[in-house]
């Protein structure tokens, strides 16, 4: 056997590796001499978004994942700090993460969402437009061009892309939140295509309305991006509740 490097790998981030390394996060890595840390990772399946700290064990020091080591070394991979920079609060997400699309816009967030995105489009909005991709495809966080952009010396690195936890929309939801701690601004956004929510009068809406709602409300918001109206009461005490526990766990 060649030159191998010793990758152990957090807790958090065992999920990534193959079956056989998940117990301890252990795991040796073929090394061709020179291969820095940010070809070696990913090649264990941990992505480059999901990487905190790096530290070689026997020298007890921190590394950049320029950083490369020598045969038979210890490599601890840690995950990444929360809250973490990203290159912007706003968001592009896969097309399995509908409902959690949804959600983020309620507590209005600018999210990009279409159930027809393939992965080269994700990408391509995600760089273009400076939004964070986000998804739970391990292969498409693995890509290069979506491995955290350098900060100033001694930051943290800005996230563009992140793997969201959890297969409930709720824990989701939680752990985007926890992880970009972004500003929340509810009932700012149309839900079904993320536009703002501006002033409407009456006349402008009562077209889109039942007659029920429109004797019953006075109030009303349209959608700057689809025309949606919405009013005090549109979304239902469902979403209020969902609402409140955002506002109550991270605002
Ligand atoms: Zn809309």
Redesign the pocket.
């Known amino acids: 056997m060649g030159a191998t490097v010793r990758l152990l790998v957090a807790p958090e981030l065992r999920a990534f590796l193959p079956p056989r390394s998940r117990g301890d996060g252990g795991l040796d890595v073929p090394l061709d001499p020179g291969t820095p840390l940010v070809h070696l990772v990913p090649a264990a399946g941990v992505p480059l978004t999901e990487v905190g700290a790096l530290r070689v064990v026997d020298d007890d020091a921190q590394v950049t994942p320029e950083h490369r080591p020598s045969p038979g070394a210890m490599v601890e991979v840690g995950a990444v700090g929360r809250p973490q920079p990203a290159v912007s609060a706003r968001f592009v997400l896969d097309v399995h993460l509908g409902a959690l699309a949804r959600r983020l816009r309620l507590l209005g967030l600018d999210v990009a969402y279409g159930n027809d995105a393939g992965d080269a489009e994700l990408v391509a909005r995600a760089l273009g437009e400076a939004r964070v991709l986000l998804t739970q495809d391990h292969a498409l966080l693995r890509r290069r061009a979506l491995a955290p952009v350098p900060a100033a010396d001694g930051c943290p690195r800005l996230a563009r892309a992140a793997h969201v936890r959890g297969s409930a929309v709720a824990d989701q939801l939680d752990d985007v939140l926890n992880r970009f701690a972004p500003l929340l601004a509810p009932y700012t956004r149309?839900v079904?295509?993320?536009?703002e929510l501006v002033p409407a009068s009456v006349d402008e809406v009562a077209h889109l309305l039942e007659p029920g709602t429109l004797r019953t409300y006075e109030v009303f918001v349209r959608?700057a991006?689809?025309?949606?109206p919405y009013w005090h009461g549109a979304h239902g005490r469902r979403l209020d509740a969902l609402v409140q526990q955002a506002l109550r766990r991270h605002a």
Do not use: D, I, L
Request: proline residues 0%; positive net charge; contains cysteine.
């Open positions: 149309c079904a295509c993320g536009g959608c991006g689809c025309g949606r």
